[in-house]
């Protein structure tokens, strides 16, 4: 079965500029995930959906992060202003549902560089 | 807080032996806890799952078991390869999925 796609792979980006970050999940995926890796941390959470609804965004930092899932298919992750603590990799995953049991699949990632 | 931790940045193992990470949560009890496995470059990748009332689960040369009383989990590598050289993470999985810093485990020739 096809993974989970994202895009683009590298961004690099001055700060105050926006930047988007595309996610395409597993089909047939109810659940999908935002997550920020900060160079050797272990991803932290940014925002869950389920179908198109969201589930948490409790550390989602949301006077400059939007996410979004239409149609409860593919997501977007926008940042806006972009601040130097902000490069990351950033991560999506999904998962057949959102039980403790079910396994998560990540994409590649998109490594951001902010300048 | 909810604490969930990896104690280990870097483990040096010789080839052949045993790796055993180290995984441990604080202020709560997990239903389940996740172990993946993350290349430099890539996305974390699945291996393992074990549920707060099973104390071990085995696939191939992998071990993992839960300790309720301790609150901690170990992960176990048994006759270790240079292949297995990677960045393991654990995570607390109830109603979403919460990783630890990750170990960065070396397999030495």
């Known amino acids: 079965e096809a993974g989970v796609a994202q895009s683009p792979r590298y961004k690099i980006i001055e700060k105050r500029q926006s930047v988007a970050f595309w996610c395409n999940p597993i089909s047939g995926h109810a659940t999908l995930y935002w997550y920020q890796q900060i160079l050797g941390q272990g991803p932290k959470l940014l925002i869950q959906f389920q179908n198109n609804g969201v589930v948490d965004d409790s550390q989602l930092p949301k006077d400059r992060f939007s996410a979004e899932r239409l149609k409860g298919v593919d997501s977007t992750l926008k940042i806006q202003p972009a601040k130097l603590e902000d490069s990351a990799v950033y991560l999506c995953?999904?998962?057949?549902?959102?039980?403790?049991?079910?396994?998560?699949?990540f994409g590649s990632g998109t490594q951001l560089s902010v300048l | 807080s909810q604490k969930i931790e990896q104690n280990s940045e870097a483990l040096n193992i010789q080839e052949g032996k045993t790796a055993t990470l180290t995984c441990n949560y604080t202020n709560y009890s997990p239903a389940y806890l996740q172990w993946y496995r993350q290349d430099p470059g890539r996305g974390p990748v699945f291996l393992l799952l074990?549920?707060?009332?099973?104390k071990e689960k085995r696939k191939e040369r992998l071990k993992v078991t839960f300790d309720t009383t301790l609150k901690q989990s170990l992960f176990h590598i048994t006759a270790s390869q240079p292949a297995d050289s990677a960045t393991y993470l654990c995570a607390r999985a109830d109603d979403k999925i919460i990783f630890g810093k990750g170990t960065r485990l070396h397999i030495l020739p």
């Open positions: 074990i549920r707060e009332n099973e």
């Open positions: 995953a999904s998962s057949l549902d959102r039980e403790g049991y079910e396994k998560l699949f």
